[in-house]
């Protein structure tokens, strides 16, 4: 058998990546390599450094946009159960697994192309609070102004989770005259009453059979004070009942009806957890 001496690349690694479904350690990647040792995989991965900014440079020139776009939030869990020294690990919630596990959280986004049904991962940013000190609220505000002034990508919308349905991420959205779709936890504190009434759950809400086709107004508790968004109850095969929250009370109501299923639709696609 030929020495397996020759020197790892970038694209080297990249294809392995791009080959390999499930395992993707650097003693699979020898075991399957008739020109790299463990050895030379290890020295590349020690110097190497493949940023988040690689991921638009070699993606950019395939994005096809409209200004109908989405841009999609969301993060998963690279599951390192059986990891016991590897950085970046920590215990934290998979929606996947349903459960708290070891694993390297990443948070991504994701452009979409309506028109084509296509889409892109555009960027991400890896979740290590003990390194940097940031949430996964910071990665998506430091991602959606990265879209904004440094892409200048043309979008609409932006989708997300419940996790990043927050006030100031909200407002943040708003401030760039954008759109935003996200479900809204059962116990969330809203007002539709004008102030009349005292804030309650939004599960808790009546739906008059016209405020079930065209949405109702309403105010988040802690929103400033004559701040008001339009709230959804949309029902899905899979998870039964769930509220969506669409920020802009201008569009008709079938533009509203429309949009919301198709972005649960993309939720769901995304792993998103529409059952909150």
Known sequence: MRPKTQTVTRLDYCQYLLVSQINYTLTNFADHSEKFSHDALNRYMTGERLRPNLTWENVSRQVVQTPK??????????DKNFSHEIELVRRQYSGNAHGVIKGIGIVTCVYVNPELDQFWIIDYRIFDPDGDGKTKLDHVQEMLVNCVYQKNLQFWAVLM?????????????????KIYYCPLKDNRQVDDSGGSQPYGRVDSLQWSEAEKQKGKLIKI?????????????????????????????????RRHAGCTRSVWLALEGRAVSPRN
């Not at 776009?69 to 690279?78: L, N």
């Not at 004070?225 to 008709?252: I, M, N, P, T, W």
């Open 161 to 177: 989770d419940s996790w990043y349905a927050t006030k100031e991420f909200m407002l943040s959205i708003e401030k760039y005259r």
């Open 221 to 253: 508790k802690g929103f400033p004070g004559h701040h008001k968004v339009k709230l959804f109850r949309v029902v899905l095969s899979a998870y039964g009942e769930a509220h969506g929250l669409y920020c802009d009370k201008q569009y008709g109501a």
């Open 69 to 78: 776009g989405f841009i999609i939030f969301d993060d998963t869990v690279a």
